[in-house]
């Protein structure tokens, strides 16, 4: 198996986040993959790599161009209103949010920063956008690797990716890193996305939404109580030639190792049947006990088990770090899963 991480993760600092009105500390942090790092290679596991560059076409597959220069450029205009006339701000987050019906207007960049972000959570700041063209370039040497005949790998994607959308960033994610594996993957057939992070992955929903070429199935926190609220209903299944193609499958709160694992077979089947030749799963670590901002019950040897139940599939498969917060365990979690994934692939 190879671990794949980009040294540029570090550049991505946000300074806080804004959660129920209020300035709390970043739960999105460079420390995340750090000590996944220092684990696996502690434990001997894998072979870690650093990922390659790669052209922006990848990227503008998945993602506006307008959108791209805005994670780019936004930090570094300078705001034109009239209070703060030339100052440069150190995070950008939205204030205001298109209303009504309105029209494209992005003319300051306190309309682009509404129009391009859809939380509270999720500011640009100066080295935004390496980190999250890294992030893409980790995603994309996995792609590359899979389609090379390997049979496994784990992209360290941070910032992560599933909430991002085609042209708005949210939920700590800026550009959308298994999307962009999966359009690279495509090349090769079918794929199929499985999204085991905690919250259900809007942004990856939405990009694959009318298309029967890539499946998308995902397990997550109920989104009657859970961001990211407006989707992950079960009775969202695609449009056009997609419907039927996205599952959704929401658990609720407290959901422990034995309701997870009767639910992952119910995905299971779905990728079996859709047929692809290799499979993308979202992962986040943000499903277990001790989760800061999640309340499902997994234990650290849940993971080893659902690497488990992954392997017997048989697919070549690309891992994507999604969310995942508790960082003294953070480590342990990696490093049970991708045992759980050697044994059961041997
Ligand atoms: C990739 C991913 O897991 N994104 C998660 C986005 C979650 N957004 C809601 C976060 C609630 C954060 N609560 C922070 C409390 C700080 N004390
Ligand atoms: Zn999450």
């Known amino acids: 198996m190879y671990v794949i991480y980009s040294r540029h993760h570090e550049e991505h600092r946000p300074p806080y986040q804004v959660h129920f ?5 970043p739960s999105e942090v460079p420390d995340r993959v750090s000590a996944i790092l220092h684990a696996v290679r502690t434990a001997g596991l894998g072979t870690v790599v650093e990922a390659r560059s790669f052209p922006p076409e990848p990227i503008m597959e998945v993602h506006d161009v307008a959108y791209l220069e805005y994670l780019r450029s936004g930090i570094s205009t300078p705001l034109t209103d009239p209070e703060s006339r030339g100052k440069k701000l150190r995070a950008l987050f939205p204030s205001t949010w298109p209303y009504g019906s309105a029209p494209d207007r992005r003319g300051s960049i306190m309309a682009a920063a509404g129009w391009y972000c859809f939380d509270t959570y999720t500011p640009v700041v100066e080295g935004t956008y390496r980190a999250a063209v890294g ?15 390997c049979d496994g790998a784990f992209a360290l994607c941070r910032p992560p990716g599933h909430h991002a959308m085609r042209s708005k960033c949210g939920g700590y994610c800026y550009l959308n890193n298994a999307a962009i594996a999966a359009c690279y993957l495509a090349r090769g057939g079918r794929v199929a996305i499985l999204d085991l992070d905690y919250h259900h992955g809007n942004g990856t929903q939405s990009i694959f939404y009318d298309t029967d070429q890539v499946l998308y199935v995902s397990l997550h926190a109920d989104p009657d109580h859970a961001y990211p609220y407006f989707s992950g209903y079960p009775d969202e299944r695609g449009e056009g030639k997609g419907l039927g193609y996205n599952l959704n499958l929401p658990l609720p709160p407290g959901t422990g190792e034995e309701r997870y694992l009767e639910t992952l077979a119910v995905a299971l089947d779905r990728v079996e049947s859709f047929g692809p ?61 991708l045992r759980g994934w050697s044994a059961a692939a041997e």
């Open 277 to 337: 030749w290799c499979l993308v799963v979202s992962l986040g670590f943000d499903t277990y006990r001790e989760d800061p901002i999640a309340d499902f019950r997994l234990e650290r040897e849940s993971f080893g088990r659902i690497a488990g139940s992954l392997a017997k599939l048989g697919l070549p498969t690309l891992f994507v770090l999604e969310g995942g917060y508790c960082l003294p365990a953070l480590g342990e979690l990696a490093v049970s899963f």
């Open 135 to 149: 992030a893409a370039e980790c995603a994309l040497t996995g792609a590359e690797l899979l389609l090379g005949g």
């Open 21 to 25: 009105g209020r300035v709390a500390p």
